[in-house]
């Protein structure tokens, strides 16, 4: 199993930008498909990217495309979100997650979770 540690959050003005890591130890990482969810005050946890194993295949939600870009560097065993022209709307916690299978709108097979970072978007 993957352990998953994020970092990179913070309190942005709106059109900022900000990028989030997420960390992973275990030597089951390459072959997992990984992903970004949110959570925002109030509201269920949503989906926002996620990437296939080798990184050849994203997908966003509607909300996030053109502005966030997921990455992963399998030798460094860490998968990016780079957010832009961040809205208030975007703030929430951001989850990193390890899974089976990218696919439009989720990540199947969730088998580890982080345990989030703190997005604030100020207007």
């Known amino acids: 199993q993957v352990q998953l540690v994020e970092s990179g959050g913070g309190l942005v003005q709106a059109g900022g930008s900000l990028r989030l890591s997420c960390a992973a130890s275990?030597?089951?990482?390459?072959?997992?498909?990984m992903g970004w969810f949110r959570q925002a005050p109030g509201r269920e946890r949503e989906f926002v990217a996620a990437?296939?194993?080798?990184?050849?295949?994203?997908y966003y939600a509607d909300s996030v495309k053109g502005r966030f870009t997921i990455s992963r560097d399998n030798a460094k065993n860490t998968v990016y979100l780079q957010m832009n022209s961040l809205k208030p709307e975007d703030t929430a916690v951001y989850y990193c997650?390890?899974?089976?299978?990218?696919?439009?709108?989720?990540?199947?097979?969730?088998?580890?979770w982080g345990q989030g970072t703190q997005v604030t978007v100020s207007s």
């Open positions: 275990g030597r089951t990482f390459s072959s997992s498909a």
């Open positions: 997650a390890a899974g089976r299978r990218a696919t439009q709108g989720d990540l199947g097979g969730i088998s580890s």
């Open positions: 990437i296939s194993q080798i990184g050849g295949r994203t």
